[in-house]
């Protein structure tokens, strides 16, 4: 079994030491993560399809990329990894915009994730025959239109970050408007 450690959190973010990302999903314990929204040119949403394999929420739609923050270092390399391993993204710094932090805390099964989330936004037009998915966490990207993400239909297959889709539904009705500059986490 691989070890991935990672800062272990109190509620309030104010940093305990590093745990294995394992007992943190075992006990519960809050941690820090990054979800990555790429948005193209018709302001469509690129989400991947989580593989059935996952653990948790398998075969379920999520954000274009994400991932754990690895202990010590900062979200904007997280997401620089993340976007490279899960579909093969050759990113730079410049290319993200940091948008918010939210408090995300889910069961599943076993698996308790709490998670402080660092939420950036690409603008991009992604070619999906460009991208290579790693098969242990992707199995397919597609883009959306923002209606269908932000609807709350808790019947579908689209991962339940719903206090997220409410502030990424704010920002992005008038994305333009909204984004201004480039900013680094």
């Known amino acids: 079994m691989e070890h991935e450690l990672i800062d272990w959190y109190d509620e309030n973010g104010n940093c305990k030491g590093v745990i294995d990302?394992?007992?943190?999903?075992?006990?519960?314990?809050?941690?820090?993560?990054?979800?990555?929204?790429?948005?193209?040119d018709k302001n469509q949403i690129l989400m991947q399809k989580r593989c059935?394999?996952?653990?948790?929420?398998?075969?379920?739609?999520?954000?274009?990329?994400?991932?754990?923050?690895?202990?010590?270092?900062?979200?904007?390399?997280?997401?620089?990894?993340?976007g490279e391993e899960e579909l093969g993204l050759k990113l730079k710094p410049k290319d993200f915009k940091f948008l918010f932090t939210i408090k995300e805390d889910f069961a599943w099964k076993d698996i308790v994730s709490r998670e402080f989330v660092d939420v950036f936004v690409l603008k991009k037009n992604v070619n999906l025959e460009d991208l290579r998915y790693q098969q242990e966490e992707v199995e397919c990207a597609q883009y959306f239109e923002m209606a269908e993400i932000f609807k709350h239909d808790r019947?579908?297959?689209?991962?339940?970050?719903v206090d997220e889709y409410e502030r990424l539904n704010q920002i992005f009705k008038n994305f333009e408007n909204n984004l201004g500059e480039k900013n680094e986490r």
């Open 21 to 40: 990302k394992a007992i943190a999903h075992k006990k519960g314990l809050w941690h820090k993560s990054v979800h990555v929204w790429i948005v193209n």
């Open 52 to 82: 059935a394999k996952k653990k948790f929420f398998p075969n379920y739609w999520d954000c274009s990329f994400a991932g754990h923050i690895a202990a010590g270092e900062k979200s904007l390399i997280s997401a620089i990894r993340e």
């Open 155 to 161: 019947s579908s297959n689209i991962f339940p970050h």
